[in-house]
């Protein structure tokens, strides 16, 4: 293996997508960068260095704006190791849009890995992972595609899904704000990804520009934030059914 350094490039509103990207690059002893697309949105161009991408799963594709600022990404035959990371419900096309997005934008794909986190929206589903097997097998995996890159092994990898994909969509629920919790620190009105909260009114949302994409919940020192409303309930509730077994880590090499 002969990289100038780890790029790491991610999107991960929660958090458990970096964590499982930080897990693979562990095994990798070269320099390392983060592209953090919640807040990276310029041009550029991979060359002489490894990446790792990892984005999550949002209604069976991978979210709009993650699928935007990574098609500003470009590589030269960069090899890149590929992370998708759903909530144990399942992955819909998400696998074969990130694939085939991240080919045509010049990457020579050497390892996929579909990983389970806890749902972002719904904790009470994949509740408390990647745990310690998962984390095993992210390791396994990451081994294996260290093996690859040594061999010099040549082949490229195909992934299953269906075109065209479908919509984007929204959920009905809102996002709630407790005001006696807000301390109007900002935070969550400086990374929200889509400008959906009021600098003049932090415990307002927009909700017509919001994705529901839990940046802001996570990110709130008060815990003020979370994700509620008429149709939540029976949402969490169609989750959990649709998700009563584990499903676990998939590689593809
Ligand atoms: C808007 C939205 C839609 C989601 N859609 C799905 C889905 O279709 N299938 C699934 O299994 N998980 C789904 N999830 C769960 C996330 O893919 C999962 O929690 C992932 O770990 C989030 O990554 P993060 O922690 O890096 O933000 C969704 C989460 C959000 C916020
Ligand atoms: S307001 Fe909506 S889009 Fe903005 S961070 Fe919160 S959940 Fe995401
Ligand atoms: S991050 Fe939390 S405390 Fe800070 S302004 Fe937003 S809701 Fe209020």
Do not use: W
């Not at 490894?50 to 699928?67: E, M, N, Q, S």
């Not at 992370?83 to 819909?92: F, K, S």
């Not at 984390?135 to 294996?144: A, H, L, Y």
């Amino acid at each position: 293996m002969n990289f100038e350094k780890l790029s790491k490039i991610y999107f991960s509103p929660s958090g458990t997508t970096e964590k499982i990207v930080n897990e693979v690059a562990k095994n990798f002893n070269m320099t390392r960068e983060n592209y953090d697309l919640l807040s990276f949105d310029e041009s550029k161009t991979f060359t002489d260095e490894l990446v790792i991408i990892g984005i999550p799963v949002f209604d069976g594709r991978i979210p709009k704006l993650a699928c935007k600022r990574l098609s500003k990404i470009k590589g030269t035959d960069t090899k890149a190791i590929v992370v998708l990371n759903y909530g144990n419900i399942n992955y819909g096309d998400a696998l074969l849009e990130l694939v085939e997005l991240l080919k045509e934008n010049d990457f020579h794909i050497v390892g996929v890995a579909t990983t389970v986190s806890q749902h972002s929206q719904f904790n009470e589903v994949g509740s408390n992972r990647p745990d310690a097997s998962d984390m095993e097998r992210i390791n396994e995996f990451s081994r294996k595609v260290i093996e690859k890159l040594n061999s010099n092994t040549q082949n490229e990898i195909f992934v299953s899904g269906y075109k065209p994909f479908p919509d984007y969509k929204t959920p009905d629920f809102s996002v709630l704000c407790d005001e006696n919790l807000c301390i109007e620190c900002m935070d969550c009105v400086y990374t929200c990804p889509e400008e959906a909260i009021s600098e003049l009114t932090p415990t307002e949302t927009n909700l017509d520009d919001c994705t529901r994409c839990t940046t802001c919940i996570n990110v709130c020192p008060e815990n003020a934030r979370s994700f509620g409303g008429d149709t939540y309930q029976s949402e969490l509730e169609n989750a959990i059914s649709n998700s009563l077994e584990r499903n676990e880590v998939e590689f593809f090499l």
